[in-house]
């Protein structure tokens, strides 16, 4: 029989940083660092460079640099990035101290995992803030469970890339999402059938191009109910629906709150 566990005991713990970026400006550098450093994306996107080759991580997806790779990462224009860092060092994973075999880098797409993964990286973000007795023990204990976790999710989850064509449309998406844009009208910027490009784009964004669009809309729309005073009838109209109602109902449906009540639990500090 193979072996049921996975020895952990000399992993030791470095940081815990939530990162919270507006700015189009704003960029960070994964740069000739000897750990190994897990980003949990909790909200809108981030732009990835990776040896020049770009890749998207947005919320739900967990990101892996191992040691001593070359990393920048920008926030998406209309999709504020908020993400939990997590560095570490003397990760045995069968006596392998990187997390990845065949990159130096990976991204996890996470799923029915997506709560639980979350949950993990704010436990361990709030020990390292507040800092009460034993905070180390517990971060040890929860990252030993994150690292298992990350060793399973690897063996059944592919890394993705992202074609030409998919990064061109989702960079369009991004600077024209107050637009009209229809599946018709995005195919025809990359000379494809509608078909063709809202099957190969959901396999490497993994949204279709539409839904896609809708997100980055709701991203902005809770930026603009958070930092702005705008009407809720003027933030529909600036992110592309002139129906207010209609806006509304959307809202809804993708955050579970109306945009009023989003706004006053934010100003609250309940959401």
């Given at each position: 029989?193979?072996?049921?566990?996975?020895?952990?005991?000399?992993?030791?713990?470095?940081?815990?940083?939530?990162?919270?970026?507006?700015?189009?400006?704003?960029?960070?550098?994964?740069?000739?660092?000897?750990?190994?450093?897990?980003?949990?994306?909790?909200?809108?996107?981030?732009?990835?460079?990776?040896?020049?080759?770009?890749?998207?991580?947005?919320?739900?997806?967990?990101?892996?640099?191992?040691?001593?790779?070359?990393?920048?990462?920008?926030?998406?224009?209309?999709?504020?990035?908020?993400?939990?860092?997590?560095?570490?060092?003397?990760?045995?994973?069968?006596?392998?101290?990187?997390?990845i075999d065949s990159s130096n880098h990976t991204i996890i797409?996470?799923?029915?995992?997506?709560?639980?993964?979350?949950?993990?990286?704010?436990?361990?973000?709030?020990?390292?803030?507040?800092?009460?007795?034993?905070?180390?023990?517990?971060?040890?204990?929860?990252?030993?469970?994150?690292?298992?976790?990350?060793?399973?999710?690897?063996?059944?989850?592919?890394?993705?890339?992202?074609?030409?064509?998919?990064?061109?449309?989702?960079?369009?998406?991004?600077?024209?999402?107050?637009?009209?844009?229809?599946?018709?009208?995005?195919?025809?910027?990359?000379?494809?059938?509608?078909?063709?490009?809202?099957?190969?784009?959901?396999?490497?964004?993994?949204?279709?191009?539409?839904?896609?669009?809708?997100?980055?809309?709701?991203?902005?729309?809770?930026?603009?109910?958070?930092?702005?005073?705008?009407?809720?009838?003027?933030?529909?109209?600036?992110?592309?629906?002139?129906?207010?109602?209609?806006?509304?109902?959307?809202?809804?449906?993708?955050?579970?709150?109306?945009?009023?009540?989003?706004?006053?639990?934010?100003?609250?500090?309940?959401?």
């Amino acid at each position: 029989m193979g072996k049921s566990s996975i020895l952990l005991n000399t992993l030791q713990f470095i940081s815990a940083k939530e990162i919270n970026e507006t700015s189009p400006n704003w960029f960070k550098e994964h740069r000739e660092t000897n750990y190994i450093e897990i980003l949990y994306m909790q909200e809108g996107c981030g732009e990835f460079i990776f040896e020049d080759k770009p890749f998207i991580g947005q919320e739900g997806d967990m990101i892996i640099f191992n040691p001593f790779s070359i990393v920048v990462v920008r926030t998406c224009t209309g999709s504020p990035l908020k993400a939990i860092s997590i560095c570490l060092l003397n990760v045995p994973i069968n006596g392998n101290q990187r997390l990845i075999d065949s990159s130096n880098h990976t991204i996890i797409r996470l799923q029915e995992e997506k709560d639980e993964i979350k949950h993990y990286f704010q436990t361990i973000l709030r020990e390292y803030d507040k800092k009460h007795s034993g905070y180390q023990d517990v971060i040890t204990s929860i990252l030993q469970t994150v690292i298992i976790k990350i060793t399973r999710l690897l063996k059944t989850a592919g890394e993705p890339s992202i074609s030409e064509m998919s990064l061109k449309i989702r960079k369009y998406i991004e600077q024209n999402f107050s637009q009209e844009l229809t599946l018709n009208i995005l195919a025809n910027l990359v000379y494809v059938s509608p078909y063709h490009l809202a099957h190969v784009f959901k396999e490497e964004v993994g949204l279709p191009p539409i839904q896609y669009l809708i997100q980055c809309r709701i991203q902005e729309a809770k930026r603009l109910l958070k930092h702005s005073d705008l009407s809720v009838r003027d933030i529909a109209a600036i992110i592309g629906y002139e129906n207010p109602n209609y806006f509304n109902l959307l809202f809804k449906k993708i955050t579970g709150s109306p945009p009023g009540k989003y706004r006053k639990n934010r100003i609250v500090g309940r959401v």
